[in-house]
Nanobody, 125 residues
Framework: VQLQACGGGLVQAGGSLRLSCTADGRIIENYCMGWFRQPPGKEREFVAGISRSGRGIKYADFAKGRFTISQDKGEDTVYLQMNSLKPEDTAVYYC???????????????????WGKGTLVTVSS
């Protein structure tokens, strides 16, 4: 399983970015997908996750109301739309995959089997 995350960049506070995670080999329909982030000097943390079916979705508290996770099975891609960005959202963002049940979302990073290279998001004040 190979995952490729992209879409990071430099944005001013209040701006938006959309991250994409492209997989190979019909991953989205078979795996729970998650977005995680690692701010400078901090531990990696869960951001959002979406189940195999797409019906199960979970967000970290800081992401609720601002971030939206979605999937396109035809493109084997998961997206993270981030709006109203804040300087504290600055981090390297990672996508990850774990084989999961149809409607379940897994939020613990150690459970994920596959990780893409991160994409850096920098939010200036």
């Amino acid at each position: 399983v190979q995952l490729q995350a992209c879409g990071g960049g430099l944005v001013q506070a209040g701006g938006s970015l959309r991250l994409s995670c492209t997989a190979d080999g019909r991953i989205i329909e078979n795996y729970c997908m998650g977005w995680f982030r690692q701010p400078p000097g901090k531990e990696r943390e869960f951001v959002a996750g979406i189940s195999r079916s797409g019906r199960g979705i979970k967000y970290a508290d800081f992401a609720k109301g601002r971030f939206t996770i979605s999937q396109d099975k035809g493109e084997d891609t998961v997206y993270l739309q981030m709006n109203s960005l804040k300087p504290e959202d600055t981090a390297v963002y990672y996508c990850a995959a774990v084989f999961g049940r149809w409607d379940s979302v897994i939020i613990g990073a150690p459970a994920y089997d596959y990780w893409g290279k991160g994409t850096l998001v920098t939010v200036s004040s």
